[in-house]
Every structure is written in structure tokens, then in C-alpha cells.
């Protein structure tokens, strides 16, 4: 069916007034506000680290840059990243229940993480800022052994009439996560379950209660080195500064568905 400017107008003005008349019901309705004006979807080196492995997810490559405009257009709402649950409201044609979930990081693997980091990280605010050694970023961002989760510890589920496996509007969710990470990196610490704190040697209890007084200077990555593949010209990452060389004996790095159906499956790897 053919859409006209009025039709997409009138669509606009409908999901506003069903909005409004939520708010008026006491809901909360907060858009998450990406970046304007900028070619970058994410600043820093989490936010672009979990977008560049939503990116790295086969079969999707149609449904990604839709949900990407979805989000840039102000469509989601309510995004909350709790463990292992990611949640959001996404206007489309109509108001839209999106709901993803997460297994939570297994232990061992965690603890295999602390142990080859140990040392690694002097403060919580070096952490949450990714000024980490080369060792330690590896590490973490390893497709397998890494903090971010696998295609087959993900499902997800939509109140839209899309039988996709990913619908865009489960795409813009995924890449409105890169964005809060810019601000709130110890999300993803929450999302897989696990306390960023045990990655620390030395840092004083002030660092680790204050978790995002510094969010404005969170650094970038070179995320083309760490994920093996070609960013292309179009968004150069500067390389991050590393940190101080590791001390003497310290170990090297190395559904909430609206209609009752099954949810959907999990993600497939390049």
C-alpha cells in the first residue's frame, strides 16, 4: 500500500495522542534521545563496542539500519536495562511492546575474566571510561570468552505484527543500549549480571561509588583492531591512551510478548 505525506502525518498525530493519554493515565513516556547532527551513533569505547557486535550479527544487515533511523527519529521510549532484560516502548504505526532477553554472563566465565584482568585496572573511573590496557580490552570484547553476549544467549520479543526473526523496532532497542552505554556504562555490568568492581586492584571506595560523575570525557577505542574488521573511511575511532605497563607478576590478558506466542530466536553470528 502506497503511504502519502498526509497518511504519515495523520499516523504521527495518532501516536502522539495515544501518548498523551497514557501520560494522563500516570504512565511515563521518555524518549532516548540519540545523538543529533553527528554521523556516530556512539562516543565512546562501550557504546561503540556494543553496537560494532550488534553489527557483527549475520542475516540482520537489512533490519539494522532501520532500527538505527527508528532510533535516531525519537521512536523509543522507556528503554530500561535491568539483569538480563532489556525493555522499551517503540512508536511505529502504532505503540509497540518490545522486550529482550539476555542470559546472564556464566560465572565461570567471569571469573576467568577477573583473573586474566587482575591488575589491569587502578580505578572504577579508568574502567567506565575503557582506558584500559590492550590485554584487557581483548579480553573483554572477545566474541567468545568476552562480556558481551553471544547470538545464542539472546531473545527477543515484539508486540508488532512482524514475524522477523529481528524487527526494527527490537534493532532500535538493541542500538539504543550502544547509546545509554555512552553515559551509563556500568549497565552492562547490570545487564550480564556480574560486579565491575571485581575487576579492580586499588581503587578507593570513593571511585567505586561514583560511577558517572566523569561521563562527559569516556574515551574512545580503536575498535577496528579489537574486532578484527574494516570500520571503513567513513568513522575513524581514535585509538584510546593505554594504561601504565602491568606490574611485575601480575597475569597477562590473554518476554514480556502483547500477544501470547513463542519468543523469537536468538541471533546468528558472522
Known amino acids: 500500500m502506497w503511504w502519502s505525506y498526509e497518511d504519515v502525518q495523520e499516523q504521527k498525530k495518532r501516536i502522539q495522542r495515544e501518548i498523551a493519554k497514557r501520560k494522563k493515565r500516570g504512565e511515563k513516556f521518555e524518549v532516548l534521545a540519540a545523538p543529533?547532527?553527528?554521523?556516530?551513533?556512539?562516543?565512546?569505547?562501550w557504546g561503540?563496542?556494543?553496537?560494532?557486535?550488534?553489527?557483527?550479527?549475520?542475516?540482520?544487515?537489512?533490519?539494522l539500519p532501520r532500527g538505527r533511523s527508528y532510533?535516531?527519529?525519537?521512536?523509543?521510549?522507556?528503554?530500561?536495562?535491568?539483569?538480563?532484560?532489556?525493555?522499551?516502548?517503540?512508536?511505529?504505526s502504532e505503540l509497540y511492546d518490545t522486550s529482550i532477553y539476555i542470559q546472564p554472563l556464566p560465572k565461570k566465565q567471569w571469573q576467568q575474566i577477573v583473573k586474566a584482568g587482575a591488575g589491569q585496572v587502578g580505578s572504577m573511573l579508568d574502567l567506565l571510561a575503557g582506558k584500559l590496557g590492550d590485554g584487557l580490552m581483548r579480553l573483554l570484547t572477545d566474541p567468545q570468552d568476552g562480556l558481551f553476549p553471544?547470538?545464542?544467549?539472546?531473545?527477543?520479543?515484539?508486540?508488532?505484527?512482524?514475524?522477523?526473526?529481528?524487527?526494527?523496532?527490537?534493532?532500535?532497542v538493541l542500538y539504543g543500549v550502544g547509546v545509554m552505554l555512552d553515559t551509563k556504562p556500568e549497565l552492562l555490568f547490570t545487564l550480564r549480571g556480574v560486579d565491575q568492581a571485581e575487576l579492580l586492584s586499588n581503587a578507593s571506595s570513593a571511585a567505586i561509588t561514583d560511577l558517572s560523575a566523569n561521563a562527559g570525557d569516556l574515551a574512545d577505542a580503536d575498535l577496528s583492531a579489537i574486532?578484527?574488521?574494516?570500520?571503513?573511511?567513513?568513522?575513524?575511532l581514535p585509538v584510546i591512551e593505554k594504561t601504565k605497563p602491568v606490574k611485575k607478576g601480575a597475569k597477562k590478558a590473554g518476554k514480556k510478548a502483547a500477544k501470547p506466542r513463542a519468543a523469537r530466536g536468538g541471533l546468528a553470528k558472522k
Not at 150 to 172: L, N, Q, Y
Open 227 to 236: 574486532f578484527g574488521i574494516d570500520l571503513g573511511a567513513g568513522e575513524d
Open 71 to 92: 532510533l535516531r527519529q525519537g521512536n523509543v521510549h522507556n528503554l530500561e536495562i535491568e539483569a538480563g532484560q532489556l525493555s522499551a516502548v517503540v512508536a511505529g
Open 36 to 45: 543529533a547532527g553527528q554521523k556516530k551513533l556512539c562516543a565512546t569505547f
Open 150 to 172: 553471544k547470538p545464542k544467549e539472546i531473545r527477543f520479543d515484539c508486540s508488532c505484527p512482524d514475524h522477523a526473526d529481528m524487527c526494527k523496532h527490537v534493532s532500535a
Open 48 to 63: 561503540q563496542a556494543w553496537c560494532k557486535n550488534l553489527e557483527s550479527y549475520q542475516q540482520y544487515e537489512s533490519r
